[in-house]
């Protein structure tokens, strides 16, 4: 489902109100912000996280963000907060590299938001909404190959691949099929041509998602090469997490969910040696769950916001160990399709 990290009501001018973060409080009470601590948000997004944890204590925080607009219109919180806030234009799989560079070496805390931005699906012009007319494009960076570029290039089979695996669309050969016939006509430019498309094959039923859901959601994370980038975050808060330091990851699909499961589940176990070979060295767990099931927003939250219905929190506390070389996702994400670079 394509969900927002948050969500931004129409306010009395017709304008949005105020960015609403999804489980913010769920989030704080993991994340415990303490006096004096460093603490990185990897998805600064409208800032919400960022300013609750300013907020909650006297505490520093790097907000990062790929999306150029979202730095942009972070300058007011960072005057607001002198001194405790810095900003950086980077991709969170870099937050360890983002950290360093400003002089830090450890973190007491990392919070991810993962997917689009609630402020990315009200403009129309990003073109990731299937909610009105805009450019088929989906980049969060304003560079690099767009939905567009995609689905008027890709062949008809990878076309299948990325929507079955990245959407989970079980109608994605018949999509698929519809959009390599559609751009014989004419190149799928907007994101109403191409909902137009997916709907002529995919029928709607009453309470149920829009049919064209799951097609953008896969064309979004293709193009943004997100569950790659997820991967290798979380690689990047264990070495750049302190002991004691802790991990929050708010996901909003399935597949975002499984790769935090399966790599918090690989890092807060040892990993088994052989008996064949006794010599070996078991590595020691670096993380420790502070969440054994994922939680979810409350009856109350999901109510008042929708797209923090799909919404899903997992926690973990690093331990003293040294960050493993491994990566425990790669078996699972090499089997994705990913966009040549």
Same mark, same amino acid.
């Given at each position: 489902?394509?969900?927002?990290?948050?969500?931004?009501?129409?306010?009395?001018?017709?304008?949005?109100?105020?960015?609403?973060?999804?489980?913010?409080?769920?989030?704080?009470?993991?994340?415990?912000?303490?006096?004096?601590?460093?603490?990185?948000?990897?998805?600064?997004?409208?800032?919400?996280?960022? /300013? *609750? %944890?300013? =907020? #909650?204590?006297?505490?520093?925080? $790097?907000?990062?963000?790929?999306?150029?607009?979202? @730095?942009?219109? &972070?300058?007011?919180?960072?005057?607001?907060?002198?001194?405790?806030?810095?900003?950086?234009?980077?991709?969170?799989?870099?937050?360890?590299?983002?950290?360093?560079?400003?002089?830090?070496?450890?973190?007491?805390?990392?919070?991810?938001?993962?997917?689009?931005?609630?402020?990315?699906?009200?403009?129309?012009?990003?073109?990731?909404?299937?909610?009105?007319?805009?450019?088929?494009?989906?980049?969060?960076?304003?560079?690099?190959?767009?939905?567009?570029?995609?689905?008027?290039?890709?062949?008809?089979?990878?076309?299948?691949?990325?929507?079955?695996?990245?959407?989970?669309?079980?109608?994605?050969?018949?999509?698929? /099929? *519809? %959009?390599? =016939? #559609?751009?014989?006509?004419?190149? $799928?430019?907007?994101?109403?041509?191409?909902?137009? @498309?997916?709907? &002529?094959?995919?029928?709607?039923?009453?309470?149920?998602?829009?049919?064209?859901?799951?097609?953008?959601?896969?064309?979004?994370?293709?193009?943004?090469?997100?569950?790659?980038?997820?991967?290798?975050?979380?690689?990047?808060?264990?070495?750049?997490?302190?002991?004691?330091?802790?991990?929050?990851?708010?996901?909003?699909?399935?597949?975002?969910?499984?790769?935090?499961?399966?790599?918090?589940?690989?890092?807060?176990?040892?990993?088994?040696?052989?008996?064949?070979?006794?010599?070996?060295?078991?590595?020691?767990?670096?993380?420790?769950?502070?969440?054994?099931?994922?939680?979810?927003?409350?009856?109350?939250?999901?109510?008042?916001?929708?797209? #923090?219905?799909?919404?899903?929190?997992?926690?973990?506390?690093?331990?003293?160990?040294?960050?493993?070389?491994?990566?425990?996702?790669?078996?699972?994400?090499?089997?994705?399709?990913?966009?040549?670079?």
């Amino acid at each position: 489902m394509i969900a927002g990290r948050g969500t931004g009501q129409p306010g009395a001018a017709g304008g949005l109100a105020r960015h609403v973060p999804v489980m913010l409080r769920e989030v704080l009470s993991r994340l415990s912000p303490k006096d004096g601590a460093l603490y990185i948000d990897g998805t600064f997004g409208a800032g919400s996280y960022t /300013r *609750a %944890i300013l =907020e #909650a204590a006297n505490c520093r925080v $790097i907000g990062i963000d790929r999306d150029q607009s979202a @730095i942009a219109a &972070g300058a007011a919180l960072v005057e607001e907060f002198s001194g405790r806030l810095t900003l950086v234009e980077d991709r969170f799989s870099n937050l360890d590299e983002a950290a360093r560079n400003l002089g830090y070496t450890q973190a007491d805390g990392v919070v991810l938001d993962i997917g689009v931005s609630s402020m990315q699906l009200d403009e129309l012009e990003r073109g990731f909404s299937f909610r009105g007319e805009g450019p088929l494009d989906m980049r969060m960076e304003a560079r690099g190959t767009s939905a567009a570029d995609v689905v008027n290039s890709h062949d008809e089979r990878e076309l299948f691949r990325i929507i079955s695996m990245l959407g989970e669309e079980k109608f994605a050969r018949k999509i698929a /099929r *519809a %959009i390599y =016939e #559609a751009r014989k006509q004419a190149p $799928i430019a907007t994101t109403a041509r191409l909902a137009e @498309i997916v709907r &002529g094959v995919v029928r709607g039923k009453p309470g149920e998602i829009d049919p064209a859901t799951r097609t953008f959601q896969a064309l979004r994370i293709y193009v943004n090469d997100e569950l790659f980038e997820l991967s290798a975050a979380l690689l990047a808060a264990e070495r750049i997490l302190a002991p004691g330091g802790k991990l929050v990851v708010v996901s909003f699909h399935s597949l975002e969910d499984r790769l935090v499961k399966l790599f918090l589940a690989a890092r807060s176990s040892a990993p088994s040696v052989s008996r064949h070979a006794p010599a070996a060295k078991a590595k020691s767990a670096t993380f420790k769950l502070l969440t054994k099931k994922p939680l979810a927003p409350s009856e109350e939250e999901s109510e008042q916001n929708p797209r #923090a219905r799909s919404a899903k929190l997992r926690a973990a506390e690093r331990t003293d160990a040294s960050a493993r070389s491994d990566d425990p996702l790669a078996t699972l994400t090499s089997r994705l399709p990913r966009l040549e670079r």
